[in-house]
């Protein structure tokens, strides 16, 4: 084992994968794909990176951890995790998927925070080869120390040619505030708010439409979250272009084998990244469970 690009913190093992250590904690990688809809048939796009955090051989809810990091230390994990994603990803997945990453806005104090956080991940894509294409850079839904510095940082993203996505948007004002100032290529919908939209013809219509306004302004848009057949339904029904969730896929810990996925016709993606599509999961759509037997599993916390 080794430790990799000057942070200590990071341990490169022999079956290629990267792991962290934060205090007593060790730290992994696993990603969870997302499903683009094609044609009748679901085709993996992309992947979203989440951390594991363990404490020896015990799982520690991602939660939990990430409550008792406060202060700096926030902005050392936020840089830490996005690290082991990037190097993981350019060992494990498939090189025409795009990869998620998450940024915390609460960690931007200022500028020059802006600038150490783009220039550190700068630095790990020059290492991997990733193309900065492939990366979609998921801002999160807590509220920015600055927003200014967030803007600063979101436009500076932009222009080093990555895509932006704005997650858990709701129906709050803010939310719709936020995408008006970001600006993102895809918005992630919140689970919780579009299962209760689901629940009732007149929700449904008002998902539809919002589907409609952002796809008209070229945001593509992802339902995550999903746990039952019959929301895969509704949702392409909807015209959402992407899907996530428990019902498609698990996140898997690196190292992982995502052989079964599959490249693709590059026009599923509907842009220069080639789809993939795992075998057993291409006819999902049509797994159809009654509108009687709708119910919910306990969804786990994932970030």
């Known amino acids: 084992m080794s430790k990799s690009i000057g942070l200590a913190q990071i341990i490169r093992h022999d079956d290629g994968s990267a792991s962290g250590v934060w205090g007593v904690h060790a730290l992994r990688s696993a990603f969870q794909p997302i499903f683009a809809f094609q044609s009748g048939r679901l085709l993996v796009t992309a992947f979203e990176g989440l951390i594991r955090p363990f404490r020896g051989t015990e799982a520690v809810p991602p939660g939990i951890f990430f409550a008792g990091v406060e202060g700096i230390e926030r902005l050392h994990v936020e840089t830490l995790t996005r690290t082991l994603h990037l190097l993981n990803a350019a060992v494990f997945l498939p090189k025409e998927a795009s990869i998620f990453i998450n940024f915390d806005p609460s960690v931007f104090l200022d500028r020059s925070i802006s600038e150490h956080a783009l220039r550190d ?82 929700g449904f219509a008002l998902l539809k439409e919002m589907v409609a306004n952002f796809e008209d302004k070229g945001i593509r848009t992802v339902f995550e979250g999903l746990e039952e057949s019959w929301q895969l339904q509704l949702a392409e029904r909807s015209g959402a272009s992407m899907v996530q969730g428990f019902v498609l896929a698990l996140p898997e810990i690196v190292p992982a084998n995502f052989s079964h996925f599959e490249p693709v016709a590059p026009e599923a993606a509907g842009d220069h990244r080639a789809a993939l599509v795992p075998a057993g999961v291409a006819d999902a759509v049509a797994v159809r469970a009654p509108r009687s037997s709708r119910s919910f599993g306990k969804r786990t916390l994932h970030e």
Do not use: Y
């Not at 129906?171 to 505030?177: A, G, P």
């Open 121 to 202: 991940m700068r630095q790990v894509l020059n290492e991997t080869g990733i193309d900065p294409r492939r990366i979609v850079c998921e801002v999160t839904e807590k509220k920015p120390a600055s927003e200014d510095a967030l803007f600063e940082f979101v436009r500076a993203l932009k222009g080093g040619g990555f895509r932006i996505a704005v997650d858990d948007f709701g129906s709050d004002e803010s939310d719709i505030k936020r995408i008006r100032d970001i600006k993102p290529d895809i918005v992630k919908f919140d689970a919780h708010w579009i299962s209760r939209l689901m629940e009732s013809g007149a």
